[in-house]
Every structure is written in C-alpha cells, then in structure tokens.
Nanobody, 121 residues
Framework: QVQLVESGGGLVQAGGSLRLSCSAS????????MRWYRQAPGKQRELVAA???????NYADSVRGRFTISRDNAKNTVYLQMNSLNTEDTAVYYC???????????????WGQGTQVTVSS
C-alpha cells in the first residue's frame, strides 16, 4: 500500500504564493503519475496538474503559467508551486499517485487526505 501525506496549505492573500508537498511512503514497486487535484465547495474535484515519472507535465488551463508541478523521484515526493493565487484557487487540494505495487501489477490510485488552500481578497 501507499500512504500520501500532503503539507503546505494555508491562508494567503490574493497575489501571493504557496508551495504544496506530497510524500509517498509504503511498499510499492514504483510510482507512475503523481497529480494534484482540487475541490472547491459545491464543485466537482478537478485535475490541477500532473507529472509523469519520465518528467512530462500537464496543467489545467486555469492554472497554466501560474502553477508549477515538479517531483523528486528519489524522495517519492511531488510539489506544487502556486504563484499569483486568486480567490478562485480556494479549495481543498488532494495529492494522487498511481502506483504499481509489484513489477507484474498494473497501476492503482492512491489519495492523500487533502490540504486546505484559502486565498483571501
């Protein structure tokens, strides 16, 4: 199994920055994709950014140019640098990892507990 622990959320003024971290631990063969999702009150969970094990990244249109996802494969950690935050970025941010528990196994989704990001105007 894989445990994901997020950190770095909090309260920030509009225009400010935050950096989220998510570290994976447990017993697994490898982690493929690592992603950040967010869910605002009354809205569906949405993909914010994703990072492949090979280094490729993609972003939601709403955050492209403001957020940067990166990962340290040696530490099984993914980061989300969030700049130029606005009130629409307020949400609970969830870390997601697709992990293979064995060499012969396919990918399985694991989720963190979420971290609150609140942007004040």
């Amino acid at each position: 199994q894989v445990q994901l622990v997020e950190s770095g959320g909090g309260l920030v003024q509009a225009g400010g920055s935050l950096r989220l971290s998510c570290s994976a631990s447990g017993t697994f063969f490898m982690i493929n994709a690592m992603r950040w999702y967010r869910q605002a009150p009354g809205k569906q969970r949405e993909l914010v950014a994703a990072a492949a094990a090979t280094g490729g990244t993609n972003y939601a249109d709403s955050v492209r140019g403001r957020f940067t996802i990166s990962r340290d494969n040696a530490k099984n950690t993914v980061y989300l640098q969030m700049n130029s935050l606005n009130t629409e970025d307020t949400a609970v941010y969830y870390c997601n990892a697709v992990a293979r528990l064995a060499a012969w196994a396919g990918g399985v989704d694991f989720w963190g507990q979420g971290t609150q990001v609140t942007v004040s105007s």
